[in-house]
């Protein structure tokens, strides 16, 4: 296999720098190729680039803005790889990720495979307590941070590879943005691909984000979703609906208790809920702020999600709104 890296990126020399610093270090001594595609940047990331020259063989393009998932597919189109690998540009590459992606392919092959995200000790707190948000058990199933317990894998594309051939076959990403990953793993199932979890080829995830820009994220999370449903009704599940139904029931916890303070059992079960969120997370990162944090990252993301989803669920679902006139901002012209 011929590697082609692909990434796309926005404004972000800083965070194209550390990733190519990781990559230099990378253990894998077959040829590969990097292909960075700079998405209408104002802040370019040229003179970072020419620091590892020497070191990485680099591509580069530049094109006007059209979001990330057409510019994964014009990466796909001038890279010369049989095989794509896709990161976000606030990635951090461990040093043997190659290796485990070609031992696993040669293994038992698949056309299209994603990894999980973790996260360095370097992060910030917050970082790390979205990381937490992001990929644990008791938020996310998991599906972020290295469990298939959930259904067939969905590959998310801050760390996914895929094959020339279901490239081509399947035109790649849509314009949908978030939710462009999803898509595209279920338009590969209809057309006969398979996809899997890699559990070995995690990357460092660096999202370079505060909470008011994790809130936007999620909430658009959420927003998205009910679209993917509508499009593909027989892959919609019941666990889709969990952070609304999450923030109802707080509500309604909530409710109860006011007119019936004996009423205060179900409040008590989200307490123990937070409660377990902190020392799970505190445990895992070692670190009672982390833990602290994470409840605050789990909050939000439950809050975000939650009320994206049944905004969108009720325009889409229930009404029978366009998607794209329904939610314009979450939909690239390209």
């Given at each position: 296999?011929?590697f ?16 190519l610093?990781?990559l ?12 960075i ?8 990331c ?5 620091k590892y020259a020497?070191k990485?063989?680099?591509?580069y393009y530049?094109k006007?803005?059209?979001?990330p998932?057409?510019s ?7 890279a ?16 043997n990720?190659l290796?485990?992606v070609e031992?696993?392919?040669?293994e038992a092959?698949?056309?299209?495979f994603g990894?999980?995200?973790?996260a ?5 707190d917050i970082q790390?307590?979205?990381?937490f ?12 941070g ?5 259904g067939?894998?969905?590959p998310?594309s801050f760390n996914?590879?895929?094959s020339r ?6 035109k790649g990403f849509?314009n ?7 898509d595209l793993s279920?338009?590969l199932?209809e057309?006969g691909?398979?996809?899997r ?12 984000i505060?909470w008011e820009?994790f809130?936007i ?9 009910p679209i993917?449903?509508?499009w ?7 666990t889709f ?9 707080l509500?309604?916890?909530?409710f109860m208790?006011?007119?019936?303070q004996?009423?205060?059992f179900?409040?008590?079960l989200y307490?123990?809920?937070f409660?377990?969120i902190f020392?799970?997370?505190?445990i895992q ?8 944090l994470?409840m605050?990252?789990v909050w939000?993301q439950?809050?975000g999600y ?7 669920f009720v325009?889409?679902v ?11 901002e979450?939909?690239?012209?390209v």
């Amino acid at each position: 296999m011929f590697f082609s890296l692909i990434i796309p990126v926005y404004n972000r020399p800083d965070e194209v720098d550390e990733l190519l610093m990781s990559l230099s270090q990378m253990e894998y001594h077959d040829v590969y190729e990097i292909v960075i595609i700079e998405d209408g940047s104002t802040i370019k990331c040229q003179e970072v680039l020419e620091k590892y020259a020497d070191k990485l063989n680099i591509s580069y393009y530049f094109k006007p803005n059209s979001g990330p998932g057409d510019s994964r597919n014009f990466g796909m189109e001038k890279a010369r790889g049989n095989y794509f690998i896709i990161f976000d540009s606030d990635c951090i590459i461990p040093a043997n990720y190659l290796i485990e992606v070609e031992n696993a392919l040669k293994e038992a092959y698949v056309d299209c495979f994603g990894g999980p995200d973790k996260a360095l000790d370097s992060f910030s707190d917050i970082q790390k307590a979205i990381n937490f948000a992001m990929t644990s058990f008791l938020t996310t199933g998991g599906i972020r941070g290295g469990s298939e317990k959930i259904g067939k894998f969905q590959p998310r594309s801050f760390n996914m590879g895929l094959s020339r051939r279901a490239f081509e076959v399947s035109k790649g990403f849509g314009n949908i943005h978030p939710g462009e990953d999803p898509d595209l793993s279920i338009r590969l199932w209809e057309l006969g691909f398979e996809t899997r979890l890699i559990p070995q080829a995690y990357v460092y995830h660096k999202r370079r984000i505060d909470w008011e820009k994790f809130a936007i994220q999620v909430n658009k999370f959420g927003k998205a979703r009910p679209i993917l449903n509508s499009w593909y009704p027989k892959y919609s599940k019941p666990t889709f609906f969990f952070p609304s139904l999450f923030i109802l029931g707080l509500g309604f916890s909530i409710f109860m208790y006011l007119f019936s303070q004996n009423f205060d059992f179900l409040l008590q079960l989200y307490f123990i809920y937070f409660i377990l969120i902190f020392i799970t997370s505190s445990i895992q990162n070692k670190n009672i702020k982390v833990g602290y944090l994470s409840m605050i990252a789990v909050w939000k993301q439950f809050w975000g999600y939650g009320t994206g989803f049944l905004v969108s669920f009720v325009k889409v679902v229930l009404l029978k709104q366009k998607p794209q006139e329904a939610f314009p901002e979450l939909f690239f012209k390209v």
